[in-house]
């Protein structure tokens, strides 16, 4: 299994705190390295550059979320479930994610060192 470099507690990226589950989508951790996310998050930015800043991605991925990190973790597996359920989809390199995983990549992306 691949190690993924996003801290369990809240990360720090320029003046933005946020918890590091919303940049770590947890079953593609398990099949993907962190390169590979960070592959994925950069095609995502690419494709919505409206979302390609940290604040807009914590924005997106924490509306409506409960501040504690279990709540957090469990709001965000929802999500990625509707998402699937309802079609919120799309293709990136080949891969079918839903909407709030290519989003989770997006922001980890953001928070790799360059």
Aim: charged share 25%; aromatic share 8%.
């Amino acid at each position: 299994m691949a190690t993924i470099v996003v801290p369990l507690g809240f990360y720090g990226c320029g003046d933005m705190k946020y918890e590091g589950a919303m940049a770590r989508p947890m079953a593609l951790s398990n099949i993907w390295d962190a390169r590979t996310m960070a592959e994925m998050g950069e095609l995502y930015k690419k494709r919505y550059p409206g979302e390609n800043t940290v604040q807009k991605l914590v924005g997106l991925l924490s509306e409506g979320a409960p501040i504690e990190k279990n709540g957090l973790s469990e709001t965000l597996t929802s999500r990625i479930e509707e998402d699937f359920r309802t079609g919120r989809t799309l293709t990136l390199d080949g891969w079918i994610l839903s909407v709030t995983e290519a989003r989770q990549c997006a922001l980890f992306s953001l928070a790799q060192p360059k």
